[in-house]
């Protein structure tokens, strides 16, 4: 079974920054696309961002482009999303999850989005962020 364990969500002000971390213990990490989700009361979930296995290609939704910033740390087998100029829009539970299979082109070069939840196999419990305004 494969754990996905967010971390760094919290309650910032309007035009703040957050870091929110994601670990996956017991998964071969570095062979994995990952993606970051997130979920407003009342809303569907929409994909954020994501990023290749190799780290080479990223893709952010269009609110998010020029805000947020997908990287991964392999030999830390960690990643981050750094959420700068935040906007009360942006509250949500923001979700990490792993790609179904190793390897894949899941937001690689030619990866146009949106994202599609059901293309990751994995997920985290979120953790919350809350901007006030």
């Known amino acids: 079974q494969v754990q996905v364990v967010e971390s760094g969500g919290g309650l910032v002000q309007a035009g703040g920054s957050l870091r929110l971390s994601c670990t996956a213990p017991?998964?071969?990490?570095?062979?994995?696309?990952m993606g970051w989700f997130r979920q407003a009361p009342g809303k569907e979930r929409e994909g954020v961002s994501c990023?290749?296995?190799?780290?080479?290609?990223?893709y952010y939704a269009d609110s998010m482009k020029g805000r947020f910033t997908i990287s991964r740390d392999n030999a830390k087998k960690t990643l981050y999303l750094q959420m700068n100029s935040l906007k009360p829009e942006d509250t949500a539970m923001y979700y990490c999850?792993?790609?179904?299979?190793?390897?894949?082109?899941?937001?690689?070069?030619?990866?146009?989005?949106?994202?599609?939840?059901?293309?990751?196999?994995?997920w985290g419990q979120g953790t919350q962020v809350t901007v006030s305004s």
């Open positions: 999850a792993v790609d179904n299979y190793p390897f894949s082109a899941a937001c690689g070069p030619n990866y146009s989005g949106p994202m599609n939840g059901a293309g990751f196999g994995y």
């Open positions: 017991g998964l071969t990490f570095v062979n994995y696309a």
């Open positions: 990023i290749s296995w190799t780290g080479g290609s990223t």
